[in-house]
């Protein structure tokens, strides 16, 4: 538009003072200037096009950026979900793992008191001994009259491989010969001994509640046998290993009690010299 306002101007000054001008000038410089108008015309209707798609561009722009935003908020929003339900379930997951360790504390307590229960039980009935030596010599007494000779072989034998796997440690092994020996021979002059040495298979693997177990049938089914006392002092000496020091102190009494001038009852002094 500028240009335009100037060529005028120009055209203006020029007219008066060239008086001799021809028509033919006149219509080339009018010619021209049409054509200027003209490309100027199409200049800013290409501005105006180019203005309108920029414009247009930039709206869907807009549009666009608060979709995202919009979804932005919505993903803000179900993060800030996930996150509570997260710290929910730790709390819950807490919760559960502190039950879950307070349930074994207790079934460990009962266990342990239900254990010590029968062995006082089964402690506080040694005194019947008289009626169970009665039967045990009974059944004895059968057993002889019905095995024989091969009998007799089988058991020694038997008994023999057994407590040569103890002495070599073997003591699985071992516990497995004997307690098959004792199933086939209950009640012979090798039986207290084979029950003892499973017990001591379990002492030795530190399993000291099974092997308290097994020492007592010993006390209980071989009265008799000259196991019982290492049977009790074994007791003792497994109680002191599970910690359980007045257990101990109960039975080491009274292998001194009961077997006052044996190896056993030397020991067991000596044993409770050291519970404090």
Request: aromatic share 10%.
């Amino acid at each position: 538009m500028k240009i335009f306002l100037r060529f005028l101007l120009i055209l203006g000054l020029f007219v008066p003072f060239s008086g001799c001008a021809t028509t033919g000038d006149l219509q080339r410089v009018q010619g021209s200037l049409g054509n200027k108008i003209g490309d100027h015309d199409s200049e800013i209707s290409e501005l105006s096009e180019q203005a309108a798609a920029n414009k247009k561009a930039v709206d869907e722009l807009r549009t666009k950026q608060a979709d995202v935003n919009a979804d932005i908020t919505v993903i803000r929003e179900q993060l800030q979900q996930l996150r509570g339900a997260v710290d929910q379930l730790q709390k819950e997951m807490a919760d559960i793992r502190s039950r879950a360790v307070e349930t074994k504390e207790l079934k460990e307590k009962l266990d342990q008191t239900s254990f010590k229960i029968n062995f006082i039980e089964n402690f506080l009935g040694i005194g019947k001994k008289d009626e169970r030596t009665a039967g045990n010599a009974e059944k004895h007494h059968k057993n002889q009259g019905k095995n024989g000779v091969k009998a007799k072989t089988d058991k020694e034998s038997l008994y023999a491989a057994a407590y040569d796997l103890y002495k070599e440690g073997k003591y699985e092994r071992a516990r497995g010969e004997f307690q098959h020996f004792l199933k086939a021979f209950p009640q012979t002059e090798y039986s207290g001994n084979a029950q003892f040495w499973i017990g001591e298979c379990y002492y030795f693997e530190k399993s000291y509640e099974k092997a308290i177990l097994e020492y007592e049938k010993v006390i209980k089914n071989y009265p008799e046998g000259n196991k019982v006392p290492q049977a009790l002092l074994k007791q003792g000496l497994s109680f002191l290993e599970l910690g359980d020091k007045a257990s101990a102190r109960l039975i080491l009494q009274n292998v001194i009690k009961d077997y006052p001038n044996t190896s056993q009852a030397r020991v067991a002094r000596s044993k409770l010299l050291e519970i404090k």
